[in-house]
Structures are given as structure tokens and as C-alpha cells.
């Protein structure tokens, strides 16, 4: 039998120093990537670069922009478009790469701004146009009497007498600006025409010429305007202060009227009885007239009413005759009191009033029996505490 040769087993040392070679072989050499020193100073690099970079780009944009010259005026609107000149800015004027504000405007760096003093001023001119043209206008309206439409040439003169205009100076290219700066406001703020003769005129608005109405043109149209509403108010506040007066005369002439009608029931009452004293001597009737005359003031005769209802009150009385009586050889209505089965009005009045003293005497009478009672109570409490 042949033997079969049996195979050599590999090592493991050989196997491993295979595998570490490759890994060498794959793996990249430590000094290929930088240390972290190294990092940062690279970055720090990179920084410094890029702002000398950024720096050097914005110098030469700003020394270069400014260096350019500007467009000129009457060039084509597509020609000043180009790279080699700045367009000319609006409000201003382009010859040979210079640029020159018009008149009203300053120049800042490319562009042309307002002046604020000429605005200033020339905005105060077309205020005080505006408010001597509107109080015309409201003038006319109210009363009238005034000017409606004014020529551009009028307003134009008048400016030249205005106080702001003499704190100007002797420039006159300013002076002609703030005037023409003026008009321009003007004409917006103001209705325009063209006259017969072509030229400018110009008026206050109808709604601005209200704010320049006096109070006393505000108060007539007012009242005008709602006079129905303003009558019918009067007339209801004046009825009832009539209604108001009527009612409180009336409360007036009853409440003198029962004041007279005690007054005269006394007197005849008085005399009634003084008649009688004197052995029947006296009259005990008194004419009707002379206790009017006696009792009423010098402006309550003037109203007849006030005695009248004293009369109707005398009327009604049953202790009162009325009748007719021949005095002096003249017809007199006398009134007389009814002495004997009456009833005296003085005195039922005295009785109320002996009524009212005996309930306050009685009243007077306990308070002091209380105070009395009190007093005895103390002195028995004292002579009980002393030994």
C-alpha cells in the first residue's frame, strides 16, 4: 500500500506578518496630515488673506466710483447708462463730468437734495398766500364783499413785500427760487384758471374757505340753516315759561287771596263786636271797598283777580252778610259779621294756639317732675354711701 504524503500546516507567525504588511501598505504616513500647531496657524493665515483681500476690493471700488466723471446732461437716457460716467442725478446739471444742483437743491455726494431753508421759507410764503387769499373768499361768501379769483402776476408782486423776503440778502438766484418754490405750492394747494387773456388766476378752495369763516358768519348760517328746528325749540321753551308763570301766579293769588280772607273775617269780626260795646252806637257793617283799599298793596290793586277771589271766598262764608247800603248818597256793598249763633274765627285760631302752649306747659311740667325725681334719687344714693 502506498502511503498518501500529508500536508505541511501553516504557521501563524507568517500569516500575521502578511496582514501587518498590507496594513502598512494601505494605511497613509503620519507626517502626511499637519499637527494641530500647525491647523491654526494655517487658518490664522487664511483670515489675514482674505480681509487684506477684502480691504484692497472695497479702496479700489470707492477711489474708482469717485473717480468716475458724471454724464452729461443732454446725452441720450441709454448712453448715460455706461460704465465709464456716473448718470447725471435728477434736480441737477451734467457738463463735462461736473455736476451742478439747480437752484433749491445742495448737492449731497452723487445726488441733489432740498434745501431746507429755501423749503422752510418758501413753505411759510404759500401759508400766509393761502390764508390772505381764503379769508377773501370767506368774506365773499359771508357778506359778500371781497375778491374771489387773483393773477399769478398779483401774487408774484406780493411777494416781493412779504417779511420773509427781506431776510433773503442780495442773493438773487436764492431770491427767485424761494419765489418760484412758493408759487409752485401755490398751485397745488389753490384752484387755477386762464383768464380771458390768458393769464393765471387763482382761488381759495369752497371746503378750505370754511375754516376761515368769522364765528359771527359760522352762527348766522347756523341759524338759517336750522331755523325751523330753532323756532319750534323757542317756541316750546317760551310756552312753558308762560305755562310756568301762569301756574305760579295762580299758587301766588290763592295763597294771598285766604291770607286777605283771615285779615277781613278779624276786622269784621272786631267791629261787629266793638259795635256792640259801645250801647249800639257803632256800625257794625264795613264797606266792601274801603277794608280792598285798607288791606291790598298799591301794585296788588293793579290785578283785579286777587280781590275777586277774596270776594268768592266771602261769598261762600255764611258768617258774612253782603248787601247793598246807601252810604254818603252813594250805593256801597257792605259786608257784616254775623255776632250772635257764630262761630268766632279768632278764636277757634286763639284755641289752637292754647292747645299748643298747654301741650308744651305739660310737656315742660314732666320734664321737670323727671328732673326732680332724679334729684331725689341721687341725694338718697349719696346719703346711703356716706357712714
Not at 172 to 188: G, L, N, P, Q, S
Not at 207 to 215: F, T
Not at 218 to 234: G, P, T
Amino acid at each position: 500500500m502506498s502511503s498518501t504524503p500529508k500536508k505541511r500546516p501553516k504557521s501563524k507567525h507568517n500569516s500575521y506578518s502578511k496582514n501587518s504588511s498590507l496594513n502598512s501598505i494601505l494605511e497613509p504616513p503620519q507626517s502626511l496630515f499637519p499637527s494641530k500647531g500647525e491647523f491654526l496657524r494655517l487658518i490664522t493665515v487664511l483670515a489675514i488673506a482674505s480681509a487684506v483681500a477684502l480691504s484692497c476690493n472695497y479702496f479700489l471700488t470707492f477711489f474708482t466710483s469717485t473717480s468716475k466723471p458724471f454724464c452729461d446732461s443732454n446725452l441720450d437716457p441709454i448712453d448715460s447708462f455706461s460704465d465709464s460716467c456716473e448718470p447725471c442725478p435728477s434736480n441737477g446739471k451734467c457738463y463735462e463730468g461736473k455736476l451742478e444742483c439747480i437752484y433749491g437743491y445742495r448737492r449731497h455726494g452723487k445726488l441733489c437734495i432740498e434745501d431746507r431753508d429755501i423749503d422752510e421759507t418758501a413753505k411759510k410764503l404759500s401759508e400766509s398766500v393761502e390764508a390772505g387769499l381764503c379769508e377773501a373768499y370767506a368774506q365773499v361768501l359771508c357778506y359778500g364783499t371781497g375778491t374771489v379769483w387773483v393773477r399769478e402776476n398779483d401774487i408774484w408782486n406780493d411777494l416781493d413785500r412779504h417779511n420773509l423776503m427781506q431776510n433773503v440778502g442780495s442773493d438773487h438766484t436764492t431770491y427767485v427760487c424761494m419765489k418760484r418754490r412758493a408759487m409752485e405750492t401755490i398751485a397745488k394747494l389753490l384752484e387755477t384758471r386762464a383768464n380771458l387773456h390768458g393769464l393765471h388766476e387763482f382761488k381759495c378752495p369752497d371746503a378750505l374757505a370754511e375754516h376761515y369763516k368769522p364765528l359771527t358768519c359760522r352762527f348766522r348760517e347756523l341759524v338759517s340753516k336750522h331755523s325751523l328746528i330753532i323756532m319750534l325749540i323757542c317756541a316750546g321753551l317760551i310756552g312753558c315759561a308762560v305755562l310756568l308763570l301762569k301756574v305760579r301766579q295762580r299758587m301766588y293769588i290763592s295763597a294771598r287771596a285766604e291770607e286777605l280772607y283771615n285779615q277781613v273775617c278779624d276786622m269784621l269780626e272786631e267791629n261787629a263786636l266793638g259795635s256792640k260795646n259801645v250801647d249800639g252806637e257803632g256800625e257794625s257793617w264795613v264797606v266792601a271797598s274801603w277794608l280792598r283799599d285798607h288791606l291790598l298793596l298799591p301794585r296788588e290793586r293793579k290785578d283785579p283777580q286777587l280781590w275777586k277771589k277774596v270776594e268768592e271766598l266771602v261769598q261762600d262764608d255764611s258768617r258774612v252778610d253782603r248787601y247793598p247800603k246807601l252810604v254818603k248818597g252813594e250805593s256801597k256793598v257792605v259786608w257784616e259779621w254775623q255776632v250772635e249763633g257764630s262761630l268766632s274765627s279768632s278764636g277757634r285760631r286763639k284755641k289752637g294756639e292754647g292747645i299748643e302752649l298747654k301741650s308744651n306747659e305739660g310737656i315742660n311740667t314732666n320734664i321737670n317732675q323727671s328732673s326732680r325725681t332724679l334729684k331725689t334719687v341721687d341725694l338718697q344714693a349719696l346719703g346711703d354711701c356716706v357712714p
